[in-house]
């Protein structure tokens, strides 16, 4: 049982540079999620979306843009990447409401 | 004003002792709650949910105070496999989109 998979793991990117960050799910979960994690900071919502083909933004969307071609998929695409971006992307589905979250293990990404 | 706030710690406590984590939540609408553990570097993982009337899971008791809008984590007997990032979250609006304390660092030592 899978749950929530990220995908890569970890990754060093140049400044300006683009990249996607993809997260499958298989619990059939409507909604999904994309938060950074920074020290000091918590965990901040980018982006979420719930259902396929519907996306919205959340507290820190600016620079980051998503798709849900598929209820399975969720992406988080960097088209030009900042040092500010260095951080740790957790990608979490849910369903129904007021369900908690369930959490993949994580991106690392470094922005140079 | 943050709209979940914890005390990020840390707490260092004794093997066997009992330690209690509070969490605030600033919007009066928030409907669900839960307490999610998180080790270093690793992904939050679920440790409870957080019901009006209180739960207990084992060692663990969480509480719901909605008029003073808190909850809180009691954790008996502690072990040094408790040690930890505790992070509270709290669900506002539609899908479920969870907003979370910056974490509460819990080191159990001998």
Same mark, same amino acid.
């Given at each position: 049982n899978a749950?929530?998979?990220?995908?890569?793991? %970890?990754?060093?990117l140049k400044t300006g540079q683009s990249m996607t960050l993809l997260c499958a799910q298989d619990m059939n979960h409507e909604y999904m999620y994309w938060y950074r994690q920074d020290p000091g900071m918590?965990?901040?919502?980018?982006?979420?979306s719930v259902g396929e083909g519907t996306t919205a933004k959340g507290?820190?969307?600016?620079?980051?843009?998503? +798709?849900?071609?598929?209820?399975?998929? %969720?992406?988080?695409?960097?088209? !030009?990447?900042?040092? !500010?971006?260095? +951080?740790?992307y957790f990608c979490a589905s849910s369903y129904p409401i007021g369900s908690p979250l369930h959490f993949g293990n994580g991106t690392r990404l470094t922005v140079t | 004003r943050k709209e979940v706030e914890q005390d990020p710690g840390p707490f260092n406590v004794p093997e066997g002792a009992t330690v209690a984590f509070n969490c605030t939540y600033s919007n009066s609408a928030s409907?669900?709650?839960?307490?999610?553990?998180?080790?270093?570097? =690793?992904?939050? =993982?679920?440790?409870?949910s957080v019901y009006s009337s209180g739960n207990e899971d084992?060692?663990?008791?969480?509480?719901?105070?909605r008029a003073s809008q808190y909850i809180s984590l009691l954790?008996?007997?502690? =072990?040094?496999?408790?040690?930890? &990032?505790?992070?509270?979250?709290?669900?506002? #609006? &539609?899908?479920?989109?969870? &907003?979370? #304390? &910056?974490?509460?660092?819990?080191?159990?030592?001998?």
């Open positions: 749950g929530v998979t990220q995908t890569p793991k %970890f990754r060093v918590g965990l901040r919502l980018i982006h979420y507290e820190v969307p600016d620079g980051y843009n998503v +798709s849900r071609l598929k209820k399975q998929n %969720f992406l988080l695409g960097l088209e !030009s990447a900042a040092p !500010s971006q260095t +951080s740790v | 409907q669900s709650f839960f307490w999610y553990r998180q080790d270093c570097r =690793k992904e939050p =993982k679920l440790l409870m084992g060692r663990f008791t969480a509480q719901l105070n954790i008996r007997d502690s =072990k040094l496999s408790d040690s930890a &990032t505790y992070l509270c979250a709290a669900s506002t #609006g &539609t899908a479920s989109k969870l &907003t979370f #304390g &910056t974490g509460t660092r819990l080191q159990v030592t001998l």
